[in-house]
């Protein structure tokens, strides 16, 4: 049974928007820092954006602030990504991710701190 299930990816021009979703069951989500995490061909895995447990913490790479929103809505176990003015350069394999500590004040950005891991939904952004 998978634990962590994105969707909402796609091809979009360059300038579109997509919102990613990632639906979690309660274990894998409840108390639990989200995080999104990108792969583009040929490149490592890169952190884009967390969200603490209570939502009210956020933080993004600096080549996605201002246009890519994360957030999260406890009471549907489900994390989003709101990706704006996308650019061809955003072109990857988007994971989201579920924290290993719980009930934390925290987020985090670094991928050894992700317990679960989604299979990933392909972003291809065309210019």
């Known amino acids: 049974q998978e634990e962590l299930v994105e969707s909402g990816g796609g091809l979009v021009q360059a300038g579109g928007s997509l919102r990613l979703s990632c639906a979690a069951s309660?274990?894998?989500?409840?108390?639990?820092?989200m995080g999104w995490f990108r792969r583009a061909p040929g490149k490592e895995r890169e952190f884009v954006a967390a969200i603490n447990w209570s939502g009210d913490r956020t933080y993004y790479t600096d080549s996605v602030k201002g246009r890519f929103t994360i957030s999260r809505d406890n009471t549907k176990n489900t994390e989003y990504l709101q990706m704006n003015n996308l650019k061809p350069e955003d072109t990857a394999v988007y994971y989201c991710?579920?924290?290993?500590?719980?009930?934390?004040?925290?987020?985090?950005?670094?991928?050894?701190?992700?317990?679960?891991w989604g299979q990933g939904t392909q972003v291809t952004v065309s210019s």
């Open positions: 991710a579920a924290s290993r500590g719980i009930y934390s004040v925290n987020y985090y950005i670094r991928g050894s701190e992700y317990e679960y």
């Open positions: 309660g274990r894998t989500f409840s108390g639990r820092a």
